[in-house]
Nanobody, 115 residues
């Protein structure tokens, strides 16, 4: 079992920055990939950014150049640095850990970007 706890959401103005954190605990040795997903009202959950055990990253086209996913291995924490935020980034952001064959999810943190 893996437990994920997100933090860092809130209300921000367009153009501002925000960093989300996801602290993992439990069977963290089994995690292969961690990532951030988001779900806006009335829309499906979508991937935002992922980072593998080897440190490779991948981003959704909509956030490339604005968002950065990185990790602190010593703290078992993954971060999502979000710059130049836009109103369309408003969503509940979820942390995900893939530990084959299981997917684990955090409780989600709301990010609201006002124009």
């Amino acid at each position: 079992q893996v437990q994920l706890v997100e933090s860092g959401g809130g209300l921000v103005q367009a153009g501002e920055s925000r960093t989300l954190s996801c602290a993992a605990s439990g069977s963290i040795f089994s995690i292969l990939v961690m990532g951030w997903y988001r779900q806006a009202p009335g829309k499906q959950r979508e991937v935002v950014a992922v980072i593998t055990n080897g440190g490779r990253t991948n981003y959704a086209d909509s956030v490339k150049g604005r968002f950065t996913i990185y990790r602190d291995i010593a703290k078992n924490t993954v971060y999502l640095q979000m710059n130049s935020l836009k109103p369309e980034d408003t969503a509940v952001y979820y942390c995900n850990a893939y530990a084959a064959p299981h997917d684990y999810w955090g409780q989600g943190t709301q990010v609201t970007v006002s124009s």
